[in-house]
């Protein structure tokens, strides 16, 4: 009966299509009963329940946050359907995974099938609101690596979800965490026992199908001493001509000496030329460096979403710890970013490397907007800040906005910004040499890049660079 | 704030420009009732408690007799308490022409300069405009270059008083001036100087703030260029407990210039704040900025800069330097160098630093048999000197290069 739809498919976007599979969705609208309905539904236990509703009632007293440099039309929030499941959902054996699923996630190049050893991720895939499909979870486990829904953890591993699920992001951090903490439906759990190098790539796809929900996904990462993981992120959604809103968290804890990378590759629907459509990215990260010589990584390249709001952040707490972000954004039409990261420096000679590099075309607008803070004990601790703008167009916008904070005269914190647009000797040095416009603005864009995306794995930066390349199309000439 | 009522309706009496001001005055004090005291976190004061603003100080004028700093081969003109005294002043070179603020306030409200930006220091314009009890109007002829500098010296006040003056600056066409302005004042001095710099003219305009140690300022600068206008403004900041200077320049005709610098000296408890604003309104405009901070004790010293390039400031060129240095553990020291840009045929960048003196250089010099103290005030001084000799007056620049030593000396240690 259900068949995923070629949808005739903007060139633009090519994640575009929508899949029809039955779907069990809640009613619009949010209230604690819609909260302790989704808690039931999925058979959580009792303190998770009263987790939401705490949430929920710190919520209320929250308001929408404004200062970012972000226009965009107000958000409903009693239109949204804060519950989106796929009707077949228990699955034994990847076998069961409703066909249509698995050939939307095929159609994204998602390497679900455990056959594929190739490709070698580790995948949880993330389809509205739940999580669908885990794969290699045996194999991880054999090593004691956790890798699973959030919501089987609560029931697998509560002790530890209860620990560190809302240690790094408070319930009352934020107006969007508070909403996320309140109605989340799913996301991924990830733990590293001590000493263990996780054997490969864990990496979530998250997709958006269903027409007007929000998504709210959660992930918790917990790194034991001595430990390391890679973790990657995806994201899609079908060209819809309403705004959805994405709410997310992620939260990192990383113990002595353990590593966490955490690279995104964010391509929610940006909307149509003419700025209709297209996802609310308004999304919570943060890192805790909780122990002596931790260390937490985020590598982000941004080229979807209508409206972003992202901050990923890190603590650095234990002594010698390092935070770094890598953050490449792209943004053209009418897409509009407000995104940069935090580095709070609380641990003795704790180090942080911020490179952001963003580009503007078309009509859009694009903030970074950071903060370095050093605490009066964090003495010996060191920042640098790297933060340059590419502008390609007269109509587009480029701003920065960082704040540096320091509290104690035993540290060191620089920060370099430039903004400029392509140079036309460089354009003009390539097209001399027969590359075409478009060419040599990829190759010059790509340049700009490359501090960031040398720090992604290496599929990841294929992915990204082509990416880069769609998101541009049709900005030059 | 009934505070400032209260003050306003005893103080009356005594306010320039008698009933014929008093609306205007009314008004404004309304305007900064509605506006109220900026609540903790407002975005343009996060970084500048204002616990020691919340009273009202009284507005009538204080008697002085302090001894009244003078600028050697300069042109002094002095205020008390914002109220220019002939008997103190020098006589002014051909094609300048100040005249005291007073002399116009039974007229109307002081007039800005059209285009002139708006107020960073919002709401306290209110309250000066409220209050406005002196000041001057400096105006340069068209096509004169005044060697002599002008030095608009402050003093006066006292603590638990207050001082709300005004400085109108014009440069006409192609005129060439140096304006100082020398504050040595108690109590809250509360001062709008408003520049207005017409086509091809070039003004130096240098600030040297060393009021008295208890002293409260708060500087609303707002400056306007027009084409191919030059203006090279220094901020040397020394004194108050707290000082607010927030400067606001608007680049209005095309190939303005605008170089902005500042050194910021704390000790004890001492707050510098220096926000800025600069607009690229017009193409082909160059602006630099480039401010130090030496900041010992438990000062805090703050730099907050927003470059704005608008549709219409294409073929900018901007630049934001802020290097600060801690001298103790427990100073603290904010940069925010911001850029917004609606264009793309700009250049601009920016940079900050913030560290502590280098422990290599110090030893370089220790090695050579100087011993640590000097070697500290050297090394200090030397980050000061980069800015003050951007001042290009000579006089000028050795007064600014004299209380910068007697401050390293008092101290660093």
Redesign the interface.
Known sequence: MSQVQDLPIDQDYKYGFETDVEQDIMPPGLDEDVIRNISAKKGEPEWLTEYRLAAYAAWLEMTEPH?A?LKYTPIDYKAISYFAVPKRVVLDSLDDLDPEIKATFDKLGIPLDEQKMLAGVAVDAVFDSVSVATTFRAKLLEQGVIFMSISEAVHEYPEMVKKYLGSVIPVRDNFFAALNAAVFTDGTFVYIPPGTRCPMELSTYFRINARGTGQFERTLIIADKGSYVSYLEGCTAPMRDENQLHAACVELVALEDAVIKYSTVQNWYPGNKDGVGGIYNFVTKRGKCLGNRSKISWTQVETGSAVTWKYPSCLLIGDDSVGEFYSVAVTNNHQQADTGTKMIHLGKNTKSTIVSKGISAGKSTQSYRGLVQ?N?KATGARNHTQCD?L???????????????????????????????IGEDQLFYCRQRGLSEEDAVALIVNGFCKDVFRELPMEFAIEATKLLAVTLEGAVG | MSDWRATFVANQETFVGGAHALAWREDALAAFEDAGMPRPKAHAWKHTPLKALKTAFNAAPVAYSGTTPRIEGAVNIVLVGGVVDPSQSDALPEGVTVTSLQANLSMGAPALPTDAPATLNAPFDTLNKAFVNGGTVVTVAKNSTIEAPIVLVHVGGATGHAVHVQNHIRLERSAKATIVELWAMDGLANALTTTDTADNAELHHIVLQNNGPEALFLADHRHVLGRNARVFGTSVALGSLLARVGVHTRLNGEGAECDLSGVYLGHGSQHHDHTLRMEHKAPNCTSNQRFRGILGGKSRGVFSSLLVVTETGVKADGTQDNRNVLLSETARANSEPMLEIYTDDVKAAHGSAIGKLDDEALFYMRARGIDASTARRMLTGGIAREIIADIADEAIRTHAETLVEAWLLESVA
Do not use: K, M, Y
């Open positions: 200062w440099h050093i009066p703008s502008l390609i167009g007269d109509l587009c916008g480029a701003h920065t906005f960082p704040t540096v904070d320091v509290r104690n005269n035993d540290s060191q914190v620089e920060h370099e910004a430039t903004t400029s647009s």
